[in-house]
């Protein structure tokens, strides 16, 4: 399901225009860029948390010519899906 | 202040909190909202469709085969049966937001005879001693840059660099891993001079290597292993430097602003790429670049994520003062609740309004400030 279809159907969930839904999860978007750039961790109930986690620097070889490269540190963001929602999965 | 605390768990009422805030809607529908989105996206991952959404990231189900286990309490032999499980896939743009503080690292590729266990030995053996380090805060996020810098990168550090001493060693980096790579090369490329980039690069780091050929020689091992050292070096900080998670807020600042510099440095060398031609012209290019540095114009773009009170955060460290940025581009905004993405914003120098993060009064005025623009 894509972002459209999304939008549409929570629009009609709630009985909102499709606008101020767009606007609503666009908000959600910039909040948790924002404090997961802060390192802070989001917890959904029911549905998982987000959380940055840090990558340490690591060294890779190439398989097909054997040069190593040093792979610098980064920031990612994980998803961790929450108990209640990996059983309703299984 | 507020960035000190920092890893805190954000729970579902304060997300309520945030997304209201954000976009200016009322905590009930924000709670109606987050609800209704989470519990749609939960029933379509249960149903088993793929959900994505823009500017987050992709939530799809994949197959895990059954596999053998033990349990670790009995001992007994146990199946885990086939299953699915969840994977969220973030969107370049946040993940690109997040790693914001690492994102002028790049891939280095190593030499040959770089020894992975002197690597760890030395990097045990920094670790304490970077510990001791701590009054020189600022200094040792700087140094941390060269350690996985390209040439080209260090290159513009060297010119952005204010501290006398991290820029000695940064070019004696660069020497060290240019020159080291392809040293007839580099001598020829700079007396050919051409015009295009990557050629004024090989000029440029050719004429110190023109300079200091006959010290280059002489010291090449030391040099070598110098080099090897400050990139230990700098990993040994790295490291320390996630431990102390509460001064990682002020610092992801740096990064950030430095980056913003860099961009316009870059533009400046690229200008005065022509002139990089003698040794003499080196000297000029490592001066003027500085020059006009400080009398350059910060932009920044306004995207999709990266409204004015997140460039007001980035380039002042608090988001009230977005009103500075608005009052500085009121030509190009009209309303600074719905700035179209793309659009092109002057950053005002922090002096100008006298921004101060760490002044509440200054913090006040621009609060003032706001409430006067979103009222008229």
Same mark, same amino acid.
């Given at each position: 399901m894509n972002n459209k279809k999304l939008v549409e159907i929570i629009a009609k969930k709630i009985g909102r225009n499709k606008t101020d839904v767009q606007k609503l999860l666009d908000g959600l978007v910039t909040v948790l860029g924002d404090e997961l750039s802060k390192l802070n961790t989001i917890v959904v109930p029911g549905f998982g948390s987000f959380e940055a986690k840090k990558k340490n620097e690591r060294i890779v070889t190439n398989?097909?010519?054997?040069k190593r490269m040093l792979i610098p540190p980064k920031i990612s963001m994980s998803y961790k899906v929450s108990n209640v929602l990996k059983n309703k999965i299984k | 202040m507020l960035k000190l605390n920092m890893n805190k768990k954000i729970t579902f009422p304060d997300l309520i909190n945030l997304v209201a805030v954000a976009t200016d809607s009322s905590k009930r529908i924000s709670e109606v909202f987050l609800k209704e989105l989470f519990a749609t996206i939960a029933k379509e991952l249960a149903d088993g469709e793929t959900v994505s959404i823009n500017g987050l990231g992709s939530f799809s189900l994949t197959d895990v085969n059954s596999r053998k286990s033990i349990n670790?309490?009995?001992g007994e032999e146990i199946e885990i049966p086939s299953h699915r499980k969840v994977i969220f896939t973030p969107d370049k743009s946040i993940s690109e937001l997040i790693n914001a503080p690492f994102a002028e690292f790049e891939s280095v590729i190593l030499d040959d005879d770089f020894n992975e266990d002197a690597f760890e030995q030395d990097d045990e053996q920094n670790a304490p001693q970077s510990e001791k380090e701590e009054v020189g805060e600022e200094v040792v996020i700087k140094e941390e840059?060269?350690?996985?810098?390209p040439p080209p990168f260090t290159k513009k550090i060297v010119k952005t660099e204010p501290e006398p001493q991290p820029q000695e060693e940064t070019q004696n980096s660069e020497e060290g891993t240019i020159s080291d790579k392809q040293p007839a090369e580099q001598v020829v490329a700079s007396e050919l001079s051409n015009d295009s980039e990557a050629n004024n690069d090989n000029s440029y780091a050719s004429d110190f290597f023109d300079e200091e050929k006959s010290f280059w020689e002489e010291y090449k091992t030391l040099i070598l292993s110098l080099i090897i050292f400050i990139v230990l070096f700098g990993a040994g900080i790295a490291g320390w430097y996630f431990y102390c998670a509460n001064k990682f807020a002020v610092e992801t600042m740096l990064p950030n602003q430095a980056k913003s510099e860099i961009v316009a440095a870059d533009s400046v060398i690229t200008a005065n790429a022509d002139s990089i031609k003698t040794t003499l012209a080196n000297d000029s290019v490592k001066q003027e670049p500085v020059k006009s540095l400080t009398k350059s114009v910060i932009t920044d773009t306004v995207t999709r994520t990266m409204f004015l009170t997140k460039l007001s955060r980035k380039h !002042?460290?608090? !988001?009230?003062?977005?009103v500075y940025i608005y009052e500085e581009n009121k030509d190009k905004i009209s309303n600074p609740n719905a700035v179209a993405p793309g659009t092109v914003v002057v950053i005002p120098d922090a002096s100008k309004y006298g921004?101060?993060?760490?002044?509440p009064v200054s913090i006040a005025k621009a609060q003032q400030k706001a409430e006067k623009i979103l009222g008229k």
């Open positions: 398989p097909s010519n054997g | 670790v309490n009995t840059k060269p350690l996985v810098l !002042y460290g608090d !988001y009230h003062f977005w921004i101060d993060k760490n002044n």
